[in-house]
């Protein structure tokens, strides 16, 4: 029989394996103590609120909520698929007047899960919704809520139609405010492909390119709804003014076809911020829009970078 040898309450064999104490013991040995018998209430209703507490604090807030609230969203889209289930990264506030000390944080969640029971989704009616209610829940007279999320889409490569999908990220910002129509903002990002055409003019053989990043965010007409698909159609403005989309497939004949068509738009990172805000100029139910692009150079270590800011209404 083998010596069994006793050290800090657990037993070992000499051929190093082990007895295990039970989990409460384990957990004990690594500092776990016994619950203390406290004093303080334990039922809602007898616990103070100091969130609620009622004074002059000073200053209102413009916002106060929670951020980098990561919860499933439906995205709809008019390209396949149709419905997807992504996830949102959400930013959720309301207002606080002067009297009040705080709000009740939880809320915010809470209307959050009340919305995915319902069948959250990124439609702008949904976002409005959702975001009306947590202002009326914390009796405020003002909410904003702040969505960023991915957009999968199909693409499909152009000669071989061989498809796969691509995604970009879409934003949704909503200010509600009691008495006023909600003010509506939405982005995008794209990739999109640039060619030099400095490189194309004065080379022999060809022309560098590169992956080009365009931020599109657009607010609409104050009282105006969005379009149904505004997702498609900032992703076709970036794309249609590119030197050319990108593609998840790829083969030898699709290839050749990307490459000349680049080939036959060359863009500088003025030319597409221009382009772009020319057609969300002529879109009606843009009001305000911001451009950004910045091209990762092949030929340089740094970028290449522009922007238009321009509201329609001034």
Request: with cysteine; hydrophobic share 35%.
């Amino acid at each position: 029989m083998q010596k069994v040898q006793q050290n800090n309450r657990i037993s070992r064999v000499v051929n190093d394996s082990f007895i295990m104490p039970d989990k409460a013991e384990r957990l004990r040995l690594f500092g776990s103590v016994d619950p203390i018998q406290g004093d303080k209430p334990v039922r809602k209703e007898d616990m103070q609120d100091l969130q609620n507490s009622k004074n002059d604090f000073l200053f209102e807030l413009q916002q106060v909520g929670i951020d980098q609230v990561k919860y499933p969203l439906d995205v709809i889209s008019a390209k396949d698929p149709v419905r997807l289930s992504s996830i949102g990264t959400f930013r959720l506030t309301t207002s606080l007047d002067r009297e009040s000390k705080g709000i009740n944080m939880s809320r915010l969640m809470e209307q959050l899960q009340h919305s995915r029971g319902e069948g959250l989704s990124d439609r702008i009616p949904d976002l409005v919704a959702l975001t009306q209610r947590m202002a009326e829940q914390m009796n405020q007279a003002k909410a904003e809520l702040k969505v960023t999320y991915p957009w999968f889409y199909e693409r499909t490569a152009p000669v071989t139609d061989l498809s796969g999908l691509n995604h970009s990220l879409a934003t949704v910002h909503v200010i509600w405010e009691a008495g006023k129509s909600p003010v509506l903002r939405t982005g995008l990002h794209i990739q999109v492909t640039t060619l030099c055409p400095c490189s194309k003019e004065i080379s022999e053989y060809s022309a560098h390119n590169q992956r080009g990043l365009l931020r599109i965010q657009v607010q609409a007409n104050p009282g105006d709804a969005l379009p149904g698909y505004w997702k498609e159609e900032l992703l076709n403005v970036a794309e249609s003014n590119a030197s050319s989309c990108l593609y998840p497939i790829l083969k030898r004949p699709d290839e050749k076809r990307v490459t000349e068509r680049a080939y036959e738009n060359p863009r500088f990172v003025e030319d597409i911020v221009r382009l772009v805000a020319a057609d969300l100029y002529e879109k009606h139910w843009v009001n305000k829009f911001k451009v950004d692009c910045k091209n990762e150079e092949s030929i340089h270590q740094h970028d290449a970078v522009a922007r238009i800011v321009y509201d329609k209404s001034r």
